[in-house]
T-cell receptor, first 118, second 112 residues
Framework: NAGVMQNPRHLVRRRGQEARLRCSPMKGHSHVYWYRQLPEEGLKFMVYLQKENIIDESGMPKERFSAEFPKEGPSILRIQQVVRGDSAAYFC????????????????FGEGSRLTVL | AQSVTQLDSHVSVSEGTPVLLRCNYSSSYSPSLFWYVQHPNKGLQLLLKYTSAATLVKGINGFEAEFKKSETSFHLTKPSAHMSDAAEYFCVVRGSQGNLIFGKGTKLSVKP
């Protein structure tokens, strides 16, 4: 039973290039969350998606960042025209139901994608 | 707004001695609180959760945490540290939108 799969695990980009990070949720999960972890910081919520819908993007920077979760295929976090400050670990998590059920509260995390911007 | 504060960025203990990782929360309503653990270059794993049932919550790997409303605390403890416990630990509170709000983390080192 595969867990949350993220790829690539490591990505190096030069300033101005685009970064695409992919996340396949656990089987049976239709809710995906993206978090960013900067060095010496906790995880910061970015966006919460269901299939074909963005539910909450209050943590997403207004420019250069976008996310989607199509009907078929993985969720994608896209960063355009990357800058050095985008260097971070990006974690995807999934849950079977929305808004992190009050009965379980658990999100299942992938191992992260580590973006380095040169 | 909900938030958590982890009082120590680093904690170092000797193997076999007790572990205490401190967390204080702020919430305008009865909170749901969690502890997650992150081993190096790995994803996060849920250790335990408090969702307004018993105030003493037992988790995996011998960890437990006690919810104290009067102190707005949710400290994580373990009676006897093991080398494999070396990791980063995050105290987490559920936000009003249903997402999880993380503390800055506490790195636990375990000396032989």
């Amino acid at each position: 039973n595969a867990g949350v799969m993220q790829n690539p695990r490591h990505l190096v980009r030069r300033r101005g290039q685009e970064a695409r990070l992919r996340c396949s949720p656990m089987k049976g999960h239709s809710h995906v969350y993206w978090y960013r972890q900067l060095p010496e910081e906790g995880l910061k919520f970015m966006v919460y998606l269901q299939k074909e819908n963005i539910i909450d993007e209050s943590g997403m920077p207004k420019e250069r960042f976008s996310a989607e979760f199509p009907k078929e295929g993985p969720s994608i976090l896209r960063i355009q025209q990357v800058v050095r400050g985008d260097s971070a670990a990006y974690f995807c998590a999934s849950s079977p139901s929305g808004q992190v059920s009050f009965n379980t509260g658990e999100l299942f995390f992938g191992e992260g994608s580590r973006l380095t911007v040169l | 707004a909900q938030s958590v504060t982890q009082l120590d960025s680093h904690v170092s203990v000797s193997e076999g001695t007790p572990v205490l990782l401190r967390c204080n929360y702020s919430s305008s309503y009865s909170p749901s609180l969690f502890w997650y653990v992150q081993h190096p270059n790995k994803g996060l794993q849920l250790l335990l959760k408090y969702t307004s049932a018993a105030t003493l919550v037992k988790g995996i790997n011998g960890f437990e945490a006690e919810f104290k409303k009067s102190e707005t605390s949710f400290h994580l403890t373990k009676p006897s540290a093991h080398m494999s416990d070396a990791a980063e630990y995050f105290c987490v509170v559920r936000g009003s939108q249903g997402n999880l709000i993380f503390g800055k983390g506490t790195k636990l080192s375990v000396k032989p």
